[in-house]
């Protein structure tokens, strides 16, 4: 069992910036971690971005270019920099593992396992 859990979120000004962190407390069989985001039900969460091992990062389409994520492997934490916020970014962000990230697939919630309870982001106008 992987525990994740999420830090960093709250409320920020549209154009902002707010950076989360998550931390797994194992990551021996994790070789994908990502963001997911939930505007309403729970199994409606989203993809928002994920990186593999190897640092190969994909986003979806609305965040590319505005928002960063990154790891620390030697700290098992991943890192999502949001800049240039938005009010349509306000969302419970979710982190999550899984064992890999498959080419095509890095955002399908369906690959990812293991779930953090997440973190709200609040962006005002």
């Known amino acids: 069992q992987v525990r994740l859990v999420e830090s960093g979120g709250g409320s920020v000004q549209a154009g902002g910036s707010l950076t989360l962190s998550c931390v797994a407390s194992?990551?021996?069989?994790?070789?994908?971690m990502g963001w997911f985001r939930q505007d309403y039900s729970y199994d409606d969460r989203m993809g928002v971005a994920a990186i593999d091992r190897d640092g190969n990062a994909k986003y979806a389409d609305d965040v590319q270019g505005r928002f960063t994520i990154s790891q620390d492997n030697a700290k098992n934490t991943i890192y999502l920099q949001m800049k240039d916020v938005g009010p349509g970014d306000t969302s419970i962000y979710h982190c999550a593992a899984g064992r890999w990230c498959l080419e095509g697939r890095y955002l399908n919630r369906a690959d990812f396992a293991y779930w953090g309870q997440g973190t709200q982001v609040t962006v005002s106008s």
């Open positions: 194992d990551t021996t069989y994790v070789g994908c």
